[in-house]
């Protein structure tokens, strides 16, 4: 997913962020991992009320940049070049970010790994999971429309397992959340993170 990211992208997906968080002293980035209807945006909601940082949800952003989405690996292959260069920019002037993304291949996590150095910040890893009934009834209601949307996403019960299929373990250190139970814990652990880091 290497290469030059145009300009125009960058700046579409910017502009799609909530007004942005104050700058900490040192950068921060919570990459929050899981398959679809794990909970990663409920997670990634309950976090930002604790830590403010901008929230980078691929699936809301894709639209901003593909109001009609196709999904395909070119348009994703586009998607994640400019999200990882706006990434890096936030990083840089300090803002913390939050990453909600599936990011079920290492391959794709390294990239993140390598901004995180690049620009000196903490990394702090979260993978979500949820049981798979749990997650079946939730894809469920989300795509019959049983309930309000609280997420940008448009996987139903078979692509979560297809992509179940793809997944890869985490090789760093990361915690682990499970969206079924008190995440407060989890939540917790990321703040004594950040406040180590920044000691404030």
């Not at 960058?10 to 104050?22: E, F, H, M, S, Y």
């Not at 990634?44 to 403010?52: A, F, H, I």
């Not at 639209?63 to 292959?77: I, N, Q």
Request: with cysteine; hydrophobic share 40%; proline share 6%.
């Amino acid at each position: 997913m290497e290469g030059t990211v145009p300009r125009a992208d960058t700046d579409v997906l910017r502009d799609g962020l909530t007004p942005l968080p104050a700058p900490l002293p040192k950068a921060v980035l919570v990459v929050v991992s899981g398959l679809p209807g794990t909970g990663k945006s409920h997670f990634c909601r309950c976090l930002v009320s604790r830590l403010p940082a901008a929230v980078l949800e691929t699936d809301a952003l894709r639209k901003h940049l593909f109001p009609s989405p196709s999904y395909s690996a070119e348009e994703s292959t586009r998607l994640f070049r400019a999200v990882h260069a706006l990434i890096e920019e936030l990083l840089r002037r300090g803002i913390p970010v939050v990453l909600d993304a599936t990011n079920l291949v290492e391959a794709h996590r390294e990239r993140l790994y390598n901004i995180s150095d690049r620009v000196g910040a903490k990394l702090i890893l979260v993978r979500a999971e949820a049981p798979a009934e749990l997650v079946r009834e939730r894809l469920e209601k989300r795509r019959s429309g049983a309930e309000a949307r609280e997420d940008y996403s448009d996987a139903d019960w078979s692509v979560y397992q297809r992509m179940a299929s793809t997944r890869e373990p985490i090789v760093r250190n990361h915690l682990v959340v499970d969206t079924s139970r008190d995440m407060a814990p989890v939540i917790d652990k990321v703040m004594r993170e950040v406040r180590r880091w920044i000691k404030i």
